[in-house]
């Protein structure tokens, strides 16, 4: 019901291209968000994903964030955790032109889980190099399996709790972040405050599921607050953070 609520409210506040005034954004939009390209890569994301929703093997979750709304054991079907937790097939089309579009160089996932989305950004600019963080042995496993047969090598994947890997991280420097595994104010905000200082002026952020629980809500409206931040679009599902200075402060809500 909370999420019901949110997506009504998002719908009164959305605009699209029209209502936007920020030429960063307004291309952003135009030639991004509702580019209509069929691009050759959407065959590749889809054999992967359906690859994925034909396997029967059963694994053993382990799962350091909120836990699923779904399932109630930690045992699950590959082909049920790409149906239910996985990136839409939508949204990996997205993502391929959020990569196509910034060419980020370096890019930092928080959260592989099958890895279509890991796939999604490294078809999306082939000289990317992607660090992905997965906090199960086994989905991490089953990702590299799957990058590995349809022939993506940008990928590094590194198992293991985001609390230990991501202080290792702090001297890096990020194109893009796409924060995926932690759905709970807390951590997200930790998460963002840990890596706020591997952004550079072109840096994006990306946050899954902005409007997940009310918690969500609270630490995506810090972000906004940040004096570091200057743009930020809601599109509901994701949130985008930049650091453009030149850029005025300003927050955008844009339907997809």
């Not at 307004?26 to 509702?34: A, E, G, M, N, S």
């Not at 989305?117 to 990702?143: F, V, Y």
């Not at 743009?231 to 985008?240: E, L, R, S």
């Amino acid at each position: 019901m909370f999420q019901i609520i949110e997506y009504i409210t998002f719908l009164f506040k959305s605009t699209n291209q029209h209502g936007v005034h920020s030429p960063f954004v307004y291309d952003l939009v135009t030639k991004c968000f509702y580019d209509n390209t069929r691009y050759d890569a959407y065959a590749q994301l889809s054999e992967y994903r359906s690859f994925l929703l034909s396997n029967d093997q059963v694994i053993d979750i382990t799962d350091f964030g909120s836990g699923s709304r779904v399932f109630k054991s930690n045992s699950r079907a590959v082909k049920a955790i790409a149906k239910t937790s996985g990136t839409t097939a939508k949204r990996a089309e997205l993502l391929y032109r959020i990569a196509h579009y910034f060419q980020p160089e370096q890019t930092l996932e928080l959260g592989t889980s099958l890895g279509i989305a890991t796939q999604a950004m490294a078809l999306g600019n082939e000289t990317n190099h992607i660090l992905s963080i997965e906090g199960c042995p086994n989905c991490a496993e089953i990702a590299q399996q799957q990058l590995s047969n349809f022939n993506v090598n940008n990928v590094t994947i590194k198992t293991g709790s985001f609390e230990t890997i991501l202080p290792k991280l702090k001297d890096n420097s990020y194109d893009l972040i796409f924060f995926d595994g932690n759905h709970n104010k807390t951590a997200t905000l930790r998460y963002f405050n840990e890596l706020l200082n591997t952004a550079h002026n072109d840096s994006v952020f990306i946050f899954d599921d902005i409007h997940w629980s009310k918690d969500m809500v609270e630490a995506w409206d810090t972000i906004k607050a940040h004096p570091k931040v200057t743009v930020t679009i809601d599109t509901f599902f994701w949130g985008f953070v930049c650091f453009r200075k030149e850029q005025a402060k300003e927050n955008f809500v844009i339907r997809l």
